[in-house]
Structures are given as structure tokens and as C-alpha cells.
């Protein structure tokens, strides 16, 4: 059990300067947690397309076979302005026992790798971070630890977005999990309740440089999609609103007839994922897996079959 080491969710400690020593004051959830086979992420880099050095995690399944390929998950985080870290985290463990490898990176604009790194993406989002991911799934194959048959895609909000612009960009996956995301940037320059960072991503309003716009705009790309993608939204979110994002592109893939579906949640924005209610936390994470346990695992999942 790796309830102890690194893993492990946080805690509260004591540190006494006089002494030195370090005192745990709190172990949460431990009968919860003995009861689980925890796996402690690994820490790798990659070269991209450029020769720039990413940095990515990867949290593999317990009780990790060596001689076996397994199914990847490629988990691109939000933002697009933060960073993953090794760390503990829930829904990384939660795949890895369900049989996954899960790939999580920090592509070119993530934080804490200086500011040239994170600024390199102003103008061209989504772009070359795309190129970083690719570069890490293939890192990962060379490596012969993932079926190339067998690739997932998942990600929110700036994950969602380079989720979508992946499936646009590629036919390499079996199956795709889009959340809160963008697929219409005009749409969501003109109804989305966040500003802070358009003046860095387009250099003028959409009826002022339309091409820019439509260029960057998965929505502009959808006959392109040929993966089965999965669209998940809250149905008060503000931030990326559902018609500029997952709710028009799925929209646009019914009517070309591809493989598809959306789960909504009621009353919820776009903090689902962390401060939605419960239930329907677990539900989405359920709906997560499930997506790619039929599509990468070929598991008879008739929850989302076409009527």
C-alpha cells in the first residue's frame, strides 16, 4: 500500500525548527486508502519536434506487467496556463487501476518552466503544444509500454480544447473524452465570462481577423473527426459556455452520423470537476472510463449506442 509514500493525498505535518523533525499530525481517509494498492507516478522527459525538452508523468496500472502493452491515456491539462506535478491524484489513480496507462505532460505554455516557455504559445493556441503531446505518446510507444492500437485522449477547458483540436489533427486515437471546452472561439469571445487572456491568444476581435478565428476553430474542422468522442459539460457553465464548445461540436457530429455522445450535468459550471456535488463527480469519471473501455478495450458498454 502506498498510502505513506509520495502518492498519497496530503496531510498536515509539524515542523520543529529547534529539532529538525517532522511530525505528522493527520492521516486522513487511512482505512479508506489501505484498502487500495496505490502506484507512485514516474517522472520522465521527452524531446519535442524542436529539440525542447517536456516534462510528463506517468501513473501505471498496480501490479504493472513489464512484458505487456498497455491502453494509454493521454491526459492534457487545463489552463492552458498551469502545470501538472507529481502528486497524488485521483482520477490518475483511478484510471491506472482500471487497466491504463496514464500519460500526463506539460506541453509547451505550461507554468513553472520559466516565462519564454509559457509565452511561446500567445498567437498560436492550440499549435505547436500539440506537437509536445504527440511527441510524448510517441516517447511512450518507442519505449514499448503502450498498444499504439489502444489510445485515449481526455482533457478539460485547455485540455478540452487541444482534445478537440487532436481528433482534428489526427486518426491516431480509438476514442476521445472532450470536457468544458472550446470548439467556436468566436463563439466564446462574444459569450464566455473570461477576458484575462484573449488579448494574448488573438490579436484582434473575431469580426476583425475572422480567418484567425475559423483557422484555430475545431468547430471549422468537424467532418475531419473520425474518432469516437465523448463530450462532457456543465449546464451552467459560464467560463466555456456549452454552445461554443463540446455542445456544437457534438451537434455537428450527429448530423454527419459519426460516433458520439454528451453527458450533461445539471447545475453545474464549470468547476464540475472539482466542486460539483458528488454524485455527479463520480458520475463523470465513470463516464470517462466507460468511454474508453468500450472503444479501447472493446468492453460491451451500451450506455452510449446509437437508438
Known amino acids: 500500500m502506498a498510502t505513506k509514500g509520495k502518492a498519497a493525498p496530503r496531510q498536515l505535518y509539524a515542523f520543529d525548527l529547534a529539532t529538525k523533525k517532522l511530525t ?74 482500471k487497466g491504463y496507462i496514464v500519460l500526463y505532460p506539460n506541453p509547451r505554455g505550461s507554468t513553472t518552466y520559466g516565462q519564454d516557455f509559457g509565452n511561446v504559445i500567445q498567437y498560436s493556441y492550440p499549435g505547436d503544444d500539440y506537437k509536445d503531446l504527440m511527441a510524448g505518446v510517441d516517447e511512450l510507444i518507442k519505449r514499448g509500454i503502450v498498444d499504439p492500437a489502444k489510445l485515449g485522449v481526455t482533457g478539460g477547458r485547455g485540455g478540452g480544447i487541444l482534445t478537440n483540436w487532436v481528433v482534428t489533427h489526427t486518426d491516431r486515437f480509438q476514442a476521445a473524452v472532450s470536457q468544458r471546452s472550446i470548439s467556436d472561439w468566436a463563439a466564446f469571445r462574444c459569450t464566455a465570462d473570461f477576458t484575462l487572456f484573449q488579448p494574448t491568444w488573438f490579436k484582434a476581435a473575431p469580426w476583425q481577423d475572422e480567418a484567425d478565428f475559423k483557422a484555430r476553430s475545431p468547430i471549422h474542422m468537424v467532418e475531419k473527426i473520425r474518432t469516437p468522442i465523448m463530450f462532457i459539460e456543465g449546464e451552467q457553465d459560464m467560463r466555456t459556455p456549452p454552445t461554443a464548445g463540446g455542445e456544437a461540436l457534438f451537434r455537428a457530429l450527429k448530423y454527419l452520423k459519426r460516433p458520439t455522445a454528451i453527458v450533461q450535468f445539471p447545475g453545474e459550471s ?6 460539483g456535488k458528488p454524485s455527479h463527480r463520480v458520475e463523470r469519471l465513470q463516464h470517462i472510463v466507460a468511454w474508453f473501455d468500450k472503444y479501447l478495450l472493446n468492453q460491451p458498454v451500451t450506455a452510449y449506442d446509437s437508438n
Not at 510528463?56 to 487545463?78: C, E, F, T, V
Open 270 to 275: 464549470h468547476e464540475l470537476s472539482r466542486s
Open 24 to 97: 505528522q499530525l493527520t492521516d486522513s481517509n487511512a482505512t479508506l486508502f489501505s484498502q487500495f494498492n496505490l502506484t507512485e507516478p514516474e517522472t520522465i522527459w521527452y524531446k519535442s519536434f524542436d529539440g525542447r525538452r517536456i516534462q510528463a508523468w506517468i501513473q501505471r496500472p498496480p501490479n504493472y506487467d513489464a512484458s505487456k502493452k498497455y491502453p494509454l491515456i493521454l491526459n492534457i491539462h487545463g489552463g492552458p496556463y498551469a502545470a501538472y506535478g507529481f502528486t497524488f491524484d485521483h482520477e490518475f489513480q483511478w484510471m491506472a487501476a
